[in-house]
């Protein structure tokens, strides 16, 4: 008897629907450049994950998540504290910029948080936090379980200058639906 599993465990990098990337980063669309206050959305957008599951019920693992951000001038750079609200199946109500997020629990399969102490200087005008979650979820039961939404919330006050640029980047592994 054979306790191999029918699906192969293997690293995924993804590709966002309806847009385009490079090497797996993902642009956040339009950050805020209003004063966002805790828990406000950086923006009114959900980003979306194509492929990355193949079926309902399917464990996969957030091995590692990149926020990479982007300036005209160091000085314009925030580095603040970002939580990312992941979601299966189906696309949770957009985040306001105006108002504290108030998610939703259902499809939620997982938070993933960045701090500040997080980012690391890549050039003058660009900083990557990466984080090493290891994080196990599990895709819900719908019609588009191969899916994640993600909706990207403050942790602190922050007032972004035009311009700046934010991309995110995630590392997931699959493993063998259940």
């Known amino acids: 008897m054979s306790c191999t599993p029918a699906n192969v465990i293997h ?3 993804l590709t966002p629907s309806g847009g385009t990337s490079t090497d797996g980063w993902v642009s956040v669309t339009s950050p805020s450049t209003s004063a966002l206050l805790a828990h406000y959305g950086v923006t009114t957008s959900i980003i979306t994950f194509d492929n990355v599951a193949t079926a309902s019920n399917q464990h996969i693992e957030l091995v590692q998540f990149e926020i990479e951000e982007t300036a005209a ?14 979601y299966s199946n189906s696309a949770p109500s957009a985040p306001s910029t105006s108002a504290v997020y108030n998610a939703s629990t259902t499809n939620l399969i997982g938070q993933v948080e960045v701090v500040t102490a997080d980012y690391k200087r890549i050039a003058d005008t660009i900083w990557v936090a990466t984080v090493n979650p290891y994080k196990f979820m599990r895709t819900v039961t719908g019609s588009t379980p191969s899916t994640i939404h993600a909706a990207i919330i ?7 200058v035009s311009g700046v640029a934010l991309r995110v980047r995630p590392f997931f592994r699959i493993h063998t639906a259940l």
């Open 154 to 160: 403050t942790t602190e006050a922050v007032t972004y």
């Open 11 to 13: 690293d995924h990098i």
């Open 73 to 86: 001038t160091s000085g314009d750079l925030k580095k603040k504290g970002l939580k990312l609200m992941l």
